[in-house]
């Protein structure tokens, strides 16, 4: 059984920075972090593959986000940096089988519970 645990948010000013870290337990997967803003749809942020050999983000958080992990730590990280008012919402890890980038919510099976990012202006 694959469990998901994040951690990591909270409440930051714009231009500050913030590490989330999503703790793994039933396997090596591919892991995503994806997010969703108040009224707004659940979305894709970034992924990377099992081996840590990939990785893939969105164009919005490109140059800021660095999504890394620690196969030995079964842990996965979002490095935010360069926080933006429009960066806030609840962050929820992702993890799938198989190869390849999921960037969709139906991509994957397993899904942390989500920590808050609230970035003032």
């Known amino acids: 059984q694959v469990q998901l645990v994040e951690s990591g948010g909270g409440l930051v000013q714009a231009g500050g920075s913030l590490r989330l870290s999503c703790a793994a337990s039933g396997g090596t997967l591919s892991m995503a972090w994806f997010r969703q803003g108040p009224g707004k749809e659940r979305e894709f942020v970034a992924v990377i593959t099992s081996s840590g050999g990939s990785t893939y983000y969105t164009d919005s958080v490109k140059g800021r986000f660095t999504i890394s992990r620690d196969n030995a730590k079964n842990t996965v990280y979002l490095e935010m940096n360069s926080l933006k008012p429009e960066d806030t919402a609840v962050y929820y890890c992702?993890?799938?089988w198989g190869v390849g980038f999921g960037v969709r919510r139906s991509d994957y099976r397993y899904w942390g519970q989500g920590t808050q990012v609230t970035v003032s202006s």
């Open positions: 992702a993890a799938r």
